[in-house]
């Protein structure tokens, strides 16, 4: 995954690559995010918070099993969490790195290197995709993080299953399990047909009328699940119970994709945030990325 070192002064994308309306770069969102926050170093197992007192060098052997055995739980978790968006991130400003040498290449003259130039242009073509792709991951993770970070929430980016990959899958010690699907069709707004029973988009500038998004995201999502709980049973837990535990299955539109108008019926019933209660074979919930948080928020506290 990882293509290299990152490259120097390359933390802003030339104005002269082109991005398509599917998977676009949000707007503003130019640099990679950083990971700001370290995962704190591991705890003295034989610290107390008194050492002059006999009772700290008496401790129970409950509290001496249990207290420390969680505090590296939660650091275990948070490490994992951030060398994964590490990971992502380096490999983002690898592709970045690629992806302005290939404008360099295409601003040179010539007969020949007009041929150069659309050759590399089909060549960074696929790294322009997947570098749109981790500039919806990182930001996401990132957040995630920064509300979750101290609730040993666990995150697995792109798990890779039989009908594509997974974007996000978040578990948390509370049996709460959340798959995510990241999402955009450039700066468009987002509605669902029940007639249809599929989403549909308006561009909001240039093109006109009202279009069918081709990709059934919401059957890829179900497909994702049927997939994960049989070939990676794990993700769930070790017992039967937990396998069989509901799975939070959330579409949300990344970059300048939003959420249209739509039926008042299909909105959840909560002033905490907007989202649609999408049902088919099992429900889905669309919304807007910016809602991702405080949705997975609004669903511990009303599952708690």
């Known amino acids: 995954m990882i293509l290299g070192a990152k490259p120097a002064n390359h933390y802003q994308i030339n104005a002269t690559l082109s991005h398509s309306k599917e998977e676009p770069v949000e707007r503003g969102s130019n640099f990679l995010p950083s990971v700001n926050s370290t995962p704190p170093s ?19 052997s409950k509290a001496a099993d249990t207290k420390p055995a969680d505090s590296l739980n939660r650091i275990a978790h948070r490490t994992k969490n951030y060398e994964a968006l590490q990971e992502l991130t380096v490999e983002a400003e690898g592709l970045l790195g690629f992806s302005m040498d290939t404008a360099f290449c295409n601003m040179k003259p010539g007969f ?6 659309k050759a590399a242009g089909l060549l960074a073509e696929l790294p322009l995709r997947r570098y749109r792709k981790l500039m919806q991951l990182c930001p996401s993770i990132e957040k995630l993080l920064q509300e979750f970070g101290s609730e040993e929430v666990e995150i697995f980016p792109e798990i890779k299953t039989g009908h594509g990959d997974l974007d996000l899958f978040v578990r948390f010690p509370s049996k709460q399990y959340f798959a995510i699907a990241l999402r955009a069709v450039g700066y468009a707004a987002i509605t669902y047909r029940e007639d249809k029973e599929a989403l549909y988009f308006k561009y909001l500038k240039g093109a006109k009328g009202v279009k069918r998004w081709n990709i059934d995201h919401l059957k890829d999502l179900s497909d994702q699940e049927f997939w994960i709980r049989k070939n990676e049973k794990e993700l769930f837990g070790t017992s039967a119970r937990d396998v069989r535990r509901p799975l939070t299955k959330i579409l949300a539109l990344a970059g300048e994709t939003q959420l249209g108008k739509n039926s008042e019926h299909l909105y959840l019933d909560t002033n905490e945030v907007k989202a649609l209660a999408v049902q088919r074979k099992s429900t889905t919930y669309v919304m807007e990325e910016t809602e991702l948080v405080s949705f997975i928020r609004y669903w511990l506290k009303k599952h708690a």
Request: hydrophobic share 20%; proline share 8%; no cysteine.
């Open 42 to 60: 591991k705890p003295s197992l034989h610290q107390t918070d008194n050492p002059s007192s006999s009772q700290g060098n008496h401790l129970s």
């Open 112 to 117: 020949i290197n007009d041929l150069i130039s």
